[in-house]
């Protein structure tokens, strides 16, 4: 009995933390400029969301929703929060030629 609920509860806490850290992160990454650092939260909860995914198939889990779910929302919340990065970066080398022409 006590195996047969370990199976069936295998990687469900580390896919509620990866769905909790996905949902952080989707709401932080759309702030302009200060979105880019929720990219290092989101890889957080990727690897916290693949992890549990594969205790939960290797416990036979047949329950992998709210993983899958985690999952998801930490890569679309790394994927605005890679382009507000990318974008700062644009921004800061486009000021940075434009400095240089500037100075004395």
């Known amino acids: 009995m006590n195996t047969t ?4 509860t295998a990687g469900k806490n580390l896919g ?3 769905m909790i850290i996905g949902i952080i992160t989707l709401i932080w990454s759309f702030i302009p ?3 880019g650092w929720a990219l290092w939260i ?3 909860g990727l690897l916290l969301g693949f992890i ?4 939960a198939r290797n416990g036979n889990n047949p ?15 790394g994927g605005i929060s890679g ?3 990318y ?12 400095l240089e022409g500037v100075r004395p």
């Open 42 to 44: 989101a890889i957080i």
């Open 5 to 8: 609920l370990q199976n069936l």
């Open 63 to 77: 329950k992998k929703g709210i993983i899958i779910a985690g999952i998801t929302l930490c890569l679309f919340a």
């Open 83 to 85: 382009y507000w990065a």
């Open 87 to 98: 974008q700062s970066q644009k921004l800061a080398e486009a000021l940075t030629k434009e």
């Open 52 to 55: 549990g995914f594969l205790m």
């Open 16 to 18: 509620i933390a990866s």
């Open 33 to 35: 400029f200060i979105g």
